[in-house]
């Protein structure tokens, strides 16, 4: 008789399987041979050389069980599927080889009229322990909801081959140990799902949940952060996702008149990534202005916006505060270079991004919104203003100063930012805003232009306007500014366009000329503002 052995291959060794391609095998793929050299691969597919013909006499029965892990490997890599190798890549039970090798030997002898030898040799190094599992009937029904009694319990067990001790013993736990083929078994959870799917959940009663649903709460600030990227995204920017974790000399870029960074308003970290990238971001615009640069590599063009936490070290505390903020950068030709504009279009300038941050407030429907001169450091004199809301700061809009945008190696153009904090954005954000109903009544237009001092602000002339003419005023927008003789030195000239309109009728000449008459009064007293005929 053949002694058959079973082996890891040789590296670079060969064989002809069944399906009559030569093969070539490594080291981690396993052989059976029978002293001659090889005549299967364990798991997959046997020989050429060990086919059975119509000339076949004497047949050797040879059943197994390998591991699964490497039956997959051997079959990805030769790319040989076969019937056995889908079956043992499942994990069959080793106990099974056996049984499976002597009801071969019968059915060769029933239906082939062979005889069998009754000899034969198994090799089980490390059978397999059974598993035992105890089962407390409390849990049958904490996971089922239903009351069983325990020799239905062990009724449906033993029905599917599993061994149950303990049924008589009340106050103890049911003793079960799994057949070896079912090897999916494992926790008292999994008995469970046994005796419920033998039970039939169809016989399982209707109840109701014993108690009352938890209130549906909002995530409103999850929410708030969607909407804002809803908005910007609508207004043509992209978001972008910079890292965390910034250099310190970064940060000091942003103060172009060369103040200081101090150091420990920062987090820092123990085991940075590396060198450059040491502590923990406080803002989002030197991260963004740095994605700027390198996208002006390749386009022209940048509107880029990110949402995204800071880190603000907490005395006494080992872990930092983590505001949101918002931040949005546009830089390059305001339009795409066309034949139809003719000329290069102009570029970026304070009043793109301020459009950009009056949509995204008008989208959040926040009210008492007022502008004021900015003075942040790294925004270009002049050409900034803060956001507030109701008196609190929301952040700062402007075109960033040119020392700043040269410090991050940005070409000579103009460059303008919005920092805007989140927070304090999404409290003031109206999501529950009724809708109002619109006058069928014919709207009164009027331009009037005031001559104020140098210093007056525009948005300080508009409010007052609107304030002294509510509720007959709607809309108040500046349209035209003029500096010149005519407005006299140390003035100038804001014209504004009004529109008055009531709910309940058509206004007539002179309750339109009441109110003119009470904003001019109120804009000379406060303002010193004269009325330019």
Same mark, same amino acid.
């Given at each position: ?9 040789? #590296? @670079? ?12 095998? #490594? ?15 364990? %798991? ?69 009229? @062979? ?21 407390? *009937? ?61 039970? %039939? ?118 872990? *930092? ?92 153009? *103009? ?64 349209? #035209? ?7 006299? *030195? ?26 003119? @008459? ?16």
């Amino acid at each position: 008789m053949p002694l058959i052995r079973v082996r890891p291959a040789h #590296d @670079g060794e060969k064989m002809r399987t069944l399906d009559g391609v030569e093969r070539t095998f #490594d080291g981690r793929m396993l052989l059976i041979t029978d002293g001659g050299g090889p005549v299967g691969l364990g %798991g997959v597919m046997g020989g050429l050389n060990s086919e059975i013909t119509g000339d076949t006499t004497s047949v050797l029965l040879e059943s197994a069980n390998f591991d699964f892990l490497n039956t997959r490997r051997t079959s990805q890599l030769l790319k040989l599927r076969s019937e056995a190798s889908d079956r043992f890549g499942k994990r069959l039970d080793p106990g099974l080889a056996l049984t499976a090798n002597l009801r071969c030997a019968f059915l060769i002898a029933e239906l082939c009229g @062979g005889s069998v030898r009754p000899q034969y040799a198994d090799l089980f190094p490390r059978p397999r322990e059974p598993t035992t599992i105890d089962l407390e *009937p409390d849990f049958v029904e904490r996971l089922l909801g239903i009351r069983m009694e325990r020799g239905e319990m062990a009724r449906i067990l033993e029905a599917l081959e599993f061994t149950v001790t303990g049924t008589a013993e009340e106050g103890v736990p049911l003793r079960v140990t799994a057949p070896s083929h079912r090897m999916d078994i494992s926790i008292p959870a999994d008995l469970v799902e046994e005796i419920g799917r033998i039970h %039939g959940y169809d016989r399982m009663p209707h109840t109701l949940i014993g108690d009352e649903m938890p209130p549906q709460k909002r995530n409103r600030p999850l929410d708030g952060a969607e909407r804002i990227r809803d908005l910007l995204t609508g207004s043509g920017l992209d978001e972008i996702i910079t890292y965390s974790m910034i250099s310190l000399s970064d940060e000091a870029k942003l103060h172009p008149e060369g103040g200081a960074v101090d150091e420990a308003a920062y987090l820092a970290l123990q085991n940075p990534l590396s060198a450059e990238k040491t502590h923990l971001r406080r803002r989002l615009l030197a991260e963004a202005l740095n994605t700027v640069r390198n996208n002006l590599r390749f386009t022209r063009r940048v509107t880029v916006f990110e949402l995204g936490a800071v880190f603000h070290p907490q005395a006494g505390s080992l872990l *930092p505060d983590e505001p949101l903020r918002l931040c949005a950068l546009l830089t390059g030709p305001r339009e795409p270079a066309s034949w139809l504009a003719g000329a290069e279009p102009p570029g970026f300038d304070f009043y793109d991004v301020k459009g950009v941050a009056e949509a995204l407030l008008a989208g959040l429907e926040v009210e008492q919104v007022t502008w004021e001169p900015g003075d942040e450091e790294a925004y270009h004199p002049g050409r900034s203003a803060r956001v507030l809301a109701g008196g609190e700061l929301l952040g700062t809009v402007g075109e960033l100063h040119p020392r700043v945008a040269a410090a991050f190696d940005l070409p000579p153009q *103009p460059v303008c930012a919005l920092e805007l904090d989140a927070g304090a954005l999404l409290r003031h954000w109206r999501d529950d805003r009724q809708m109002e109903a619109l006058s069928s009544h014919p709207p009164i237009y009027e331009d009037l232009a005031f001559v104020v001092a140098e210093d007056v602000p525009a948005e300080q002339v508009r409010a007052l306007i609107a304030q002294t003419g509510r509720p007959l005023v709607r809309e108040v927008a500046l349209f #035209d500014l003029y500096r010149g003789e005519q407005a006299g *030195p140390g003035r100038k000239s804001l014209a504004y366009a009004l529109t008055y309109q009531a709910d309940d009728r058509t206004l007539t000449d002179g309750e339109v000329a009441k109110v003119r @008459g009470r904003i001019v009064k109120r804009l000379k007293k406060e303002l010193d503002a004269e009325l330019r005929g």
